[in-house]
């Protein structure tokens, strides 16, 4: 015994839930064989032009030192060619870009930039639960906000829990873990909603480049004159197959700079650098690489919504256009995270409960499909509807 007896949590972070993904991961590994259905990332690398960068980043020896907090200047001016071209955002005297490591941290960055302890930020239920986790750590108050029954915001309902503290609204399109994506003309108007009551928007597009059929993501900070309140986040995670590498942007009105600086400088001091090089070929491959890579992932998305759609009768599925989730709500008396224990022990298949995403009036299940190859998600998909089928006694 020392004399140190200590809580082992201090107060604050006993409010933060825990992370899921480890939970979940735990399981599988105690059931060898497990096909998951749980993780959102992607199934493919970064492309080949992102790797011969390394040689680049190994042939100088000032590359090992600390470099600019806001990122290097030529992966900044690669971000600001592609926000311009494809996202329709312009840096100009009122927006900086400034280069994360990964897109949590953009968000971290943005947070603890515009708001105080006792702050409310407004999500929209469901939400991403690393997001509503800063925002417990912060000490600030996630305000929570339902969807439509499609996972659509509602703009009065939005509207009417602004109060004097809101410091944001934030917006995810396309949605973890709906996968729904919000019209152009919906993201105008809670942007509008920012402008007039004086909050910021906070736009998550970490999967922009992940829509389905006709439906075009749009980014808010695209539209004329909101450059002084929309935040917006973009990742490399998912589109270039990036997860572990750590590379996020973030485009801030130009007030922010300063304290995000601040920030930034103290968590991270600078992000990767040989991640940075890397990302410089990345962006280099560009949109193309994500595009061919996507076919594989639209056939896999066939497959499991052809299969869920036997289960229609006890399950749930609005339609999700975007990114590579689906949403179930199973019609059981059980809680999210029995079924999901039951899915991994009984049945091989994981996936992750609604719960964690702040649903927790019903078994909502998240299925994420982006990870598999075609054979190995035919499996899980099977298992997943086999699965849930035995675990509600549906017998049709
Ligand atoms: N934002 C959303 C909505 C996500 O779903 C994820 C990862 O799943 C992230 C951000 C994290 O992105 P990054 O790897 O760039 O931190």
């Keep these: 015994m020392t004399q140190f007896d200590a809580p082992l949590e201090t107060p604050r972070m006993q409010a933060v839930q825990s992370p899921i993904i480890p939970v979940v991961g735990a399981l599988i590994r105690q059931h060898p064989g497990t096909i998951s259905l749980g993780q959102g990332v992607v199934f493919y690398g970064p492309p080949p032009a992102a790797i011969a960068r390394l040689a680049d980043f190994l042939a100088n020896p000032d590359n090992h030192k600390y470099q600019a907090a806001q990122g290097i200047p030529e992966l900044r001016e690669q971000v600001a060619v592609k926000l311009k071209q494809e996202n329709g955002i312009t840096l100009d005297d009122r927006a900086q870009v400034v280069i994360t490591p990964g897109s949590n941290l953009a968000f971290v960055n943005a947070l603890l930039a515009i708001a105080s302890p006792g702050d409310e930020i407004i999500f929209l239920t469901p939400y991403y639960f690393n997001h509503e986790m800063a925002v417990t750590m912060a000490s600030c108050r996630a305000v929570l906000v339902p969807t439509d029954a499609h996972y659509q915001p ?228 099977e298992r997943l509807v086999q699965g849930l089928r035995a675990i509600v006694g549906d017998s049709a």
């Excluded at 108007?189 to 992940?210: P, T, V």
């Excluded at 400088?265 to 070929?281: E, R």
């Excluded at 299940?365 to 982006?370: F, M, N």
Aim: aromatic share 8%.
């Design 154 to 381: 509602q703009i009065e309902v939005i509207r009417a829990a602004i109060t004097p503290k809101t410091r944001a609204i934030v917006t995810i399109s396309p949605n973890n873990p709906s996968g729904a994506v919000y019209p152009e003309a919906t993201l105008r108007a809670i942007n509008q909603l920012c402008r007039d009551r004086g909050i910021y928007h906070i736009s998550d597009e970490a999967y922009e480049y992940f829509t389905w059929g006709d439906t075009q993501h749009f980014s808010p900070g695209a539209i004329a004159d909101s450059q002084d309140y929309t935040i917006s986040l973009f990742s490399l995670s998912k589109a270039y197959g990036f997860a572990s590498w750590r590379i996020g942007y973030m485009v801030i009105p130009t007030h922010l700079l300063a304290a995000v600086m601040k920030i930034q400088d103290t968590i991270a001091i600078c992000p990767p650098v040989i991640s940075q090089h890397a990302a410089m070929g990345a962006l280099q491959a560009g949109r193309d690489y994500c595009q061919e890579k996507r076919v594989t992932i639209a056939q896999v998305r066939e497959q499991v919504l052809t299969q869920l759609d036997t289960i229609r009768h006890f399950c749930t599925l609005p339609t999700a256009e975007g990114a590579f989730y689906c949403l179930l709500r199973v019609d059981t008396p059980l809680d999210a995270m029995t079924v999901t224990e039951r899915l991994i022990r009984e049945h091989g298949v994981a996936v992750i409960p609604g719960t964690t995403f702040g649903l927790d009036n019903a078994c909502y299940l998240r299925v994420a499909y982006g990870a598999l190859r075609p054979e190995t998600a035919q499996v899980g998909i």
